[in-house]
């Protein structure tokens, strides 16, 4: 079965940094695009950022843009998003997900997708 466990959040500064990971099992993971995506209370779910399986097409949302970095490990099944400069509005649970189909640029499949791992930003 597909697994994603993400890791790496807590309480952050503003200001502050960050690195969230993603174990990835169950699947070929180079095979597919990872998405991560976050939820706020009373806010709708946002794209964070996507990568391609080889790692070589990133994609951003345009209020994190400049603040972070999407990678991928591909030999250790993981994914990364690396954030700087994090803001209050930036507090959420992160999510990793992969896509519904190999090999293909869609949508996250929110029926796999982590647990997520809780980011708050405040001082």
């Known amino acids: 079965q597909v697994q994603l466990v993400e890791s790496g959040g807590g309480l952050v500064q503003p200001g502050g940094s960050l690195r969230l990971s993603c174990a990835a099992s169950g699947f070929t993971f180079s095979d597919y695009w990872m998405y991560w995506v976050r939820e706020a209370p009373g806010k709708e779910l946002e794209r964070i950022s996507t990568?391609?399986?080889?790692?070589?097409?990133?994609y951003y949302l345009d209020s994190v843009k400049g603040r972070a970095t999407i990678s991928r490990d591909n030999a250790k099944n993981t994914l990364f998003l690396h954030m700087s400069d994090l803001r209050p509005e930036d507090t959420a649970l992160y999510h990793c997900?992969?896509?519904?189909?190999?090999?293909?640029?869609?949508?996250?499949?929110?029926?796999?997708w982590g647990r997520g791992a809780q980011v708050t930003v405040s001082s």
């Open positions: 990568i391609s399986g080889d790692g070589t097409e990133t």
């Open positions: 997900a992969r896509d519904p189909k190999r090999n293909t640029w869609s949508a996250p499949d929110l029926r796999t």
